[in-house]
C-alpha cells in the first residue's frame, strides 16, 4: 500500500529554505527518509512536527520509529536534517513540518 508524506519547511527571521514543500510517496513496511535543507546564522535548531504534534527524538521513546539527525555543511550556513520513519506504516500519513529555530541553549552571551 502507498502512504503519502508532505514536508514543510519553515525557518524563522534571516533563514532561507530554499524548497519549501516536498511531497514523497513510500511504501508501508519500508523505512522512509524525510529531508530538509536550512540556511540562515547559526545555531539553529530543527525539530518536526507531523500533523502539528511534536515528534520527540528516540531517545525520550525507547518504542519511537522515528529517528532526527542534523548536520551543518562545512564552509557554509546550511542545516540539513533528517526524520527516518522505520517501517512505514498507513498512520504515517500526513503533514510533516522540517521547523528551524534559533538554538539559544547553544548561543554564549
Not at 502507498?2 to 513496511?29: D, M, R, Y
Not at 548536520?71 to 510533516?96: C, P, T, W
Request: charged share 25%; glycine share 4%; net charge positive.
Amino acid at each position: 500500500m502507498k502512504i503519502k508524506l508532505n514536508v514543510i519547511t519553515f525557518s524563522p527571521g534571516q533563514a532561507k529554505v530554499p524548497a519549501a514543500l516536498t511531497s514523497l510517496v513510500t511504501t508501508e513496511g519500508r523505512a522512509t527518509v524525510l529531508k530538509c535543507k536550512i540556511e540562515g546564522d547559526p545555531p539553529l535548531q530543527v525539530n518536526w512536527k507531523k500533523d502539528s504534534s511534536v515528534i520527540g527524538p528516540r531517545q525520550h521513546s525507547s518504542s519511537s520509529r522515528f529517528t532526527q539527525q542534523s548536520s551543518v555543511e562545512r564552509n557554509s550556513r546550511a542545516v540539513f536534517a533528517e526524520l527516518k520513519i522505520d517501517a512505514s506504516e498507513q498512520a504515517d500519513s500526513g503533514i510533516y513540518e522540517c521547523i528551524a529555530s534559533i538554538s539559544m541553549d547553544r548561543m554564549k552571551i
